[in-house]
């Protein structure tokens, strides 16, 4: 292979939310750290996403991904004002708190009540006139919500620029538009991954590579149940504070960022790896725009743009060393909430690198 070999105690193959959280971990930890990934950092499903730091409707989630959404909650403040004053770059976390305008049937209010008490999450009922107060430009056929005033955002390309620069200045090495065509295994052991452009030699690499972590696997005969999942998204051009909160219903939500652009999203696709958008999915998104703030007809799109999620079963990622090849660990298939599991994934997979008391049971995620 041409260039020379490289040492590192971890390699890390994927420059998104995922493997950029990891290596911060990594290097506050002593680690020298490589961060890898065959396009530029973080333009993958990192960038595309609408960074609401919480799962959709979590009650419906299990126990395992509530706990990972509950500790980067209560991280996600300090991630961000550490990053502004280290980079300059402010990824504008911003509590906005979550409106969730669905009928739910009577049922799943005893699941919500049961899930609110044991992650200790506050959340209001609302009724129409409930509503209105608490956003006035939601549309006023909508009779019950749910308010839950302590769910924040995150302006996910801001975060990514920040972990970047940041990471840089702390001494990781990043590596980008270098695609790993080998991870090196001998006597069930990885010893360091090949790239066009050289090998690096490290004693741990860690695969955090998203949707196409499956295919990196599968050369080295390891199996996960992850696969891409594509989501589109739509930018409204609207004016700062015409909408306050997230708001969410069918699955589908506007999140309101501080200089008055709207995310729309989002769609669910099993298209494999095909990230073109579609009129239909924008038309689709920009009525359910409308349907819930009506005003939104007088306001343009400003952008469309496609992203492919790791899908997992049940939303549940592996953060998990291998069972039979020494030094490998994975960590990916976060599907639809990778922003918000982000940051315990993180620290949960450098416990176990570094075999420490791990923050979380580990046991939920393992491969």
């Not at 403040?77 to 990053?83: F, M, Q, S």
């Not at 549309?139 to 390309?157: C, E, L, W, Y």
Request: aromatic share 4%; hydrophobic share 40%.
């Amino acid at each position: 292979m041409p260039g020379s070999s490289t040492s590192n105690d971890v390699l890390i193959i994927g420059g998104g939310i995922m493997g950029l959280l990891s290596a911060r971990e990594l290097q506050r930890a002593g680690a020298r750290v490589t961060l890898i990934d065959k396009n530029k950092i973080g333009t993958e499903s990192s960038w595309a996403g609408g960074g609401i730091l919480s799962p959709l409707y979590p009650w419906r989630y299990t126990d395992p991904v509530n706990a990972l959404a509950k500790w980067g909650q209560a991280q996600y403040p300090i991630i961000a004002d550490t990053l502004t004053r280290e980079t300059g770059i402010d990824p504008e976390w911003t509590a906005s708190g979550l409106l969730i305008l669905d009928n739910l049937q009577p049922d799943e209010h005893n699941t919500i009540a049961t899930w609110a008490k044991t992650f200790d999450s506050k959340l209001d009922l609302l009724v129409k006139n409930d509503i209105r107060r608490c956003e006035p430009v939601v549309n006023s056929k909508f009779t019950q919500g749910i308010h839950m005033p302590d769910v924040a955002q995150i302006r996910n390309p801001r975060l990514v620029k920040a972990l970047k620069v940041a990471l840089l200045a702390a001494g990781v090495n990043i590596i980008e538009d270098t695609e790993v065509t080998d991870i090196v295994v001998k006597s069930n052991h990885v010893t360091g991954i090949k790239t066009p452009s050289g090998d690096h030699v490290a004693d741990h690499i860690v695969v955090a590579s998203g949707a196409w972590s499956t295919q990196l696997l599968a050369d080295i005969n390891v199996t996960i149940d992850v696969k891409p999942v594509r989501g589109q998204m739509i930018i409204i051009d609207a004016q700062p504070g015409l909408v306050s909160k997230i708001i969410l219903e069918n699955n589908h939500y506007i999140i309101p960022r501080r200089d008055g652009q709207l995310l729309v999203g989002s769609t669910l696709e099993d298209v494999g790896f095909d990230k073109s958008t579609t009129e239909e999915a924008k038309q689709l998104l920009q009525q359910a725009a409308m349907a819930l703030v009506p005003t939104l007809e007088q306001f343009k799109i400003k952008h469309h743009w496609a992203g492919l999620r790791p899908g997992s079963p049940k939303g549940i990622p592996i953060i998990s060393a291998h069972p039979d090849i020494k030094g490998l660990f994975i960590n990916t298939g976060h599907f639809r909430n990778g922003v918000i599991l982000g940051p315990a994934s993180a620290r949960l997979l450098t416990d176990l690198i570094t075999a420490k008391r791990t923050i979380l049971d580990s046991k939920p995620y393992t491969i």
